[in-house]
């Protein structure tokens, strides 16, 4: 894993500070070598900050090719690379590093952009094409690896993380219509909360030239229609041994590195299943970091150290105190460069730093299962409401609620609870129905509106973020026909897993320590053969991620076969006295309340004082619009933004 920055320039060179300025400021994701080059014209510019986890005394970047007229940056890992090596070397073609990367270089070489559709793994690919006097930057088909563009005066510049592009000249400003969607949930995954600055779409690449910019997709997720998902004559058996292949293929390709693999573990079915099946291909044990919480309701350290044991693995507890995540709160929001509304990215920056102080660059994570499998409580709510045709309403009702009691962890922040934000409407008229997901977020919205400021309402009364949203996404063309539990997991894949799942709870928060998350159920393998499963191999009954279950029945605790989801969450404050809540209260009156363009400063007060007197549940229950709230003043004040 590594950091890079790009640009194809109209205006002259960057100067040599600026460039310097921006690779300094992703350091931490590539602390082992630092170079950068530009074009004889001074037209083009690549910058690269390493982590060497493959190729270690020979892979240093830019790599540029034979002739010396294409030069790319890599960040990430691509897996099955030995193979290509093998074929591209046999026809010919030589390869100066022992990286990974490196095929990336080759296969464009060869086959233009549709190298992308050779390519497997997590990545941001950047490449300086003198030949045809173009930059491409392109972003694996998730966004596992993140990659940002903006276009100023006619430049075009790229970079891992927005931080870089503001050193290059990008200025901080506030996007009122990104913050507003963002409040929803319903940020689109090109959006950010920075004027000027976009995404490159994740399974898409940039292609900039003359200062124009194209973004093209090569890769969407395409789930089948009801009715060719009817005509599935696939036993159980073969569905359940399919799904253990692709995933047992994924995890054993991430197991090639020159450096230990570690892991990642919680007390369910996820990070158990990757950890038992990658234990099996080595002989060694695997490390596995787990978070040690001081609240029971929160903390699966005892499931997870007899999961471990279960699989040989060497267990390793990583204590997370409130005062802890007070202490690194702000310096993790910096690296996630977005609004937070609970602590657990906190909890995993900690947790990386953990991994990192061990001596180790490379885990194995469990995200993107609940993604591709419709882990989360709004799915399975998804199902109960919308695939219970003939289903008594007592019925119904009684698995509603006990929905609800099996999660009481995250029902503030995952059921609807409150009124929810105008402009839902919209989504039941062009979808026909709402997902749960948005419902929540929307009743999480809803209890932000009355603290924002009359200037801010004004310039977004006409907005509706779920108009834009669905704009994006092309709903007649990915969405119509879907069965709706699939439909809500492409909605939330465009949402919620590429704006906060992947960025503050995976990549920012291992990269801020040098460590490399590796993630196989987003294998697009693994994605793809789980897209055509039929509905019940995904939700049966209210029983989650079922086809995972069964076939890593063998290698996970049967307490963790039969345990129901539980999304990871920090603790939420208690009362003033506990050290986050403290925090909260002292932040969100200081003067950072009173520089942040969107919020009333006596409303957000107002809110704090009825929170003094208030229990823990209804502190819980405004977990997500307080920590909302303070990380709009601390990216305000650490960005130096402008309104």
Known sequence: MCGLIGGLLRNGPLSAERVQAALRSIEHRGPDHTDWWCSANQKMLLGHTRLSIIGLTNGDQPLVNEGGDIRCVVNGELYGYRAIRTEQSAAGRRFATDSDSEVALVLYEQFGTDFLHRLRGEFAVVIADERRHCLIAARDRFGIKPLYYSVTNGDVLVASEIKALLQLGVPARWDHHGFFAECHSARSDEATLFAGVHAVPPGCYLMARDGHVTIRRYWDLDFPDQATLATDRRSDTEIVRGMRHVLDDAVRERLVADVEVASYLSGGIDSCAVLGLAQRHLERPIRAFT?????????????????????????????????????????????????????????????????????????????????????????????????????????????????????????????????????????????????????????????????????????????????????????????????????????????????????????????????????????????????????????????????????????????????????????????????????????????????????????????????????????????????????????????????
Not at 423 to 435: I, S
Not at 507 to 521: Q, T
Not at 561 to 573: C, E, I, L, V
Request: net charge negative; charged share 20%; aromatic share 8%.
């Open 291 to 643: 978070i040690v919480f001081g609240d029971e309701l929160y903390d699966e350290h005892l499931l997870a150290e007899r999961s471990a044991a279960l699989t040989g693995s060497t267990f390793v507890p990583v204590a997370v105190s409130q005062e802890a995540l007070v202490d690194a709160f702000s310096t993790a929001l910096w690296h996630a460069e977005t609004l937070v509304f609970n602590g657990h990215g906190v909890a995993k920056f900690l947790l990386s730093k953990a991994v990192h102080d061990a001596g180790i660059k490379v885990v194995f994570t469990g995200e993107g299962a609940d993604e591709i499998l419709a882990g989360y409580p709004p799915f399975r709510r998804d199902l109960l409401l919308h695939n219970s045709e003939g289903q008594p309403p007592e019925q119904l009702a009684r698995m509603l609620a006990e929905l609800s009691h099996a999660n009481q962890s995250s029902r503030g922040l995952l059921s609807a609870h409150g009124t929810a934000a105008p402009g839902l409407e919209v989504v039941a008229t062009r979808l026909g129905w709402v997902p749960s997901a948005l419902e929540v977020f929307a009743t999480l919205a809803g209890k932000m509106l009355p603290l924002f400021n009359a200037d801010f309402l004004a310039g977004v009364e006409t907005a509706n973020p779920y108009t834009e949203l669905l704009d994006s996404l092309d709903p007649p063309r990915r969405l119509a026909g879907r069965d709706p539990v699939n439909q809500a997991l492409y909605v939330w894949s465009k949402t919620m897993l590429a704006n906060y799942v992947l960025t503050v709870l995976a990549d920012r928060m291992e990269m801020a320590h040098s460590v490399e998350g590796r993630v196989p159920f987003l294998d697009h393998h693994v994605a793809e053969y789980a897209a055509n499963l039929p509905i019940r191999h995904k939700i049966n009954g209210t029983r989650e991620k079922h086809v995972l279950r069964e076939a890593v029945r063998d290698v996970v605790l049967p307490e963790v076969y039969n345990r129901q989801k539980h999304p990871f969450m920090s603790p939420p404050a208690r009362n003033d006295n506990d050290a986050l809540g403290t925090y909260c209260q002292d932040v969100l009156r200081s003067e950072l309340v009173e520089n942040q363009p969107f919020f009333a400063p006596q409303r957000v007060r107002q809110m704090m004082d009825r929170l003094a007197g208030s229990d823990p549940d209804e502190r819980a229950a405004s977990e997500g619009v307080v920590l909302r709230v303070l990380s709009t003043c601390l990216i305000h004040e650490q960005f130096n933004m402008s309104a």
